[in-house]
């Protein structure tokens, strides 16, 4: 795939440049090496669009027999950066796609518990990776709505571009969260949870902080909790993402409290909601340290709350969310936490 993408890069670096009319030795340097980033970023959405296409067909084939799969869109809030304020349609709410699985054995249920299933990855998507763990939770009788928030790949540059890292990503997901309580008819608004890991642990973490009262429970696992101390430990590359003009805009040194209000950790004084949190002491992506330090911080404005801190479990980041006897048993411990509070028809005993 490699090989063919650098020849279509090279065909088209190639009809690029005849159709100039001035002779190839005016193309300056600089000028030819946007041509070819613009070109490498145009290849790498196409194949995340046609990625995205055949994870999509994946789902039918992977849990049709258990789930009545649709994908729908909803308007959430604009974009967090608007290029050209004055024109039209500038203003307008980004459209965000989401997954809904409804399970076929519970079709006759009058009402059901939701799950907002929230994915991980800064730039990430709800693929079908999570159908092994969709899957138990359909068993048990939960709908899910999973948000394709801004940022997620696959849906082309623009939508990509959105990103805004700890704020208006989190607006998608509550209006996720609305969109299904208003539009499923199965869904009991008195039993919504939200769950995720990673990145998607964070947006948890911030939609249960900023609003407790849409949510009767929440899971998150190895959650990214602390952006300051996460650039901290990362490399240059990593932290120049946040302050590009797509993201946040502007580096930690430059706007400190920005980083904060975005950051699971300074605000756990808000939690409202029963939670639970799981992490590992040799996870190479969120370090320990995060997670710990939120822990801390709900310790210390005497919050209640459960958590876990697995001791170097095989897997590392993404220890809970495999094919393993712990994992399974790690999922166990979330599924019967969840059903504390949201009570499904078939709740693990």
Not at 80 to 92: L, R, Y
Not at 163 to 170: H, K, R, S, T
Request: charged share 25%; hydrophobic share 35%; proline share 6%.
């Amino acid at each position: 795939m490699r090989r063919l993408y650098c020849l279509l890069l090279f065909i088209c670096i190639g009809f690029s440049i005849k159709a100039q009319t001035a002779p190839a030795s005016t193309t300056s340097a600089p000028d030819l090496n946007e041509r070819i980033r613009q070109l490498e970023e145009n290849l790498r959405h196409s194949d995340q669009t046609i990625t995205k296409h055949i994870d999509d067909l994946l789902w039918y084939q992977k849990l049709g027999d258990v789930a009545v799969i649709d994908k729908i869109r909803y308007a959430s809030k604009p974009p967090h950066v608007i290029k050209n304020p004055t024109g039209q349609g500038a203003s307008n709410p980004v459209i965000i796609p989401a997954y809904t699985f409804v399970p076929k054995k519970f079709a006759s249920a009058k009402k059901l518990p939701l799950l907002v299933f929230v994915h991980d990855g800064i730039h990430g998507d709800f693929s079908t990776l999570y159908a092994h763990i969709v899957r138990e939770l359909l068993d048990q009788g939960y709908l899910i709505v999973a948000p394709e928030y801004r940022g997620s790949v696959g849906y082309g540059g623009g939508f990509y571009n959105q990103i805004d890292y700890g704020d208006y990503e989190n607006d998608d997901v509550l209006a996720g969260k609305r969109w299904a309580v208003e539009t499923m008819p199965q869904v009991d608004a008195d039993r919504v949870g939200i769950i995720g890991w990673s990145h998607g642990g964070m947006i948890s973490l911030m939609n249960i902080f900023d609003h407790p009262e849409d949510y009767k429970v929440a899971y998150a696992g190895v959650p990214v909790s602390d952006i300051i101390a996460r650039l901290g430990y990362k490399t240059p590359q990593y932290r120049a993402i946040f302050s590009a003009a797509t993201h946040i805009g502007k580096d930690p040194s430059d706007n400190v409290a920005e980083y904060r209000r975005r950051s699971p950790v300074w605000n756990a004084q808000k939690l409202k909601t029963p939670l639970l949190i799981h992490t590992n002491t040799n996870d190479e992506d969120v370090n320990v340290l995060e997670v710990e330090s939120l822990i801390n911080a709900l310790k210390a404005h005497e919050k209640k709350f459960e958590y876990k801190i697995y001791q170097d479990a095989p897997g590392g980041h993404s220890f809970n969310r495999l094919d393993t006897k712990l994992a399974r048993d790690s999922r166990e411990e979330i599924y019967k936490f969840l059903a504390r509070y949201l009570n499904p028809p078939a709740a693990l005993k």
